[in-house]
């Protein structure tokens, strides 16, 4: 959780271009950003020798994971800010506040892989990965008519893998791979 607070009462912030000077009050001034991120993963691995044509290590696992933020800007005394060029005026910014954008990006993710050792010389290494990421954009200005509703948005991942090992004598060894 983070502030920028207020430093002045009221006198509107003004920043000359030519000769950098900033006075009055600060354009971040009233913005507040709270941060949240939880996530959690699991995976299970599974070893079967002399099976199918050599020796299977698979591995599935799944990992979950959620972020938000949420931007505050709170409303100013004065809500616009002021730019010159060596004392003349030259544009002006007003702010769109008290508004409180929100992202919220929840994430689920599974996969499944094979290490398959095919006599001494070659590994395949075959797998599988599928991702669901929900996104929620959401912008709330706090006085009506300006209420604007979440849009979400799902994102939809399947991804193949596969690569592979091939030792070619004892200090060679051939490596390979694709995947989405």
Do not use: C
């Not at 502030?3 to 003004?14: E, K, L, V």
């Not at 544009?91 to 094979?114: C, E, I, K």
């Not at 797998?127 to 912008?139: F, K, P, S, T």
């Amino acid at each position: 959780d983070s502030f920028i607070g207020f430093n002045t009462d009221g006198i509107p912030g003004r920043t000359d271009l030519v000769t950098q000077r900033v006075t009055g009050e600060s354009g971040a001034a009233g913005e507040r950003q709270v941060v949240t991120m939880k996530q959690t993963k699991g995976s299970v691995t599974w070893y079967k020798p002399n099976s199918f044509y050599g020796n299977h290590e698979l591995k599935t696992g799944l990992e979950y994971s959620a972020h938000g933020r949420v931007e505050t800007k709170e409303e100013q005394m004065v809500n616009y800010h002021l730019f010159y060029q060596n004392g003349v005026p030259y544009q002006f910014l007003p702010f769109n506040a008290p508004t409180q954008p929100s992202v919220f990006a929840n994430m689920v993710g599974s996969y499944l892989r094979d290490s398959w050792t095919v006599g001494r010389r070659l590994t395949l290494n075959l797998g599988l990965r599928y991702d669901l990421e929900i996104d929620q954009y959401v912008n709330w200005v706090v006085y009506p008519p300006f209420l604007l509703e979440p849009r979400p948005q799902d994102i939809n991942n399947f991804g193949p893998r596969l690569g592979f090992a091939y030792s070619l004598d004892d200090r060679t060894v051939l490596r390979g791979g694709a995947g989405k």
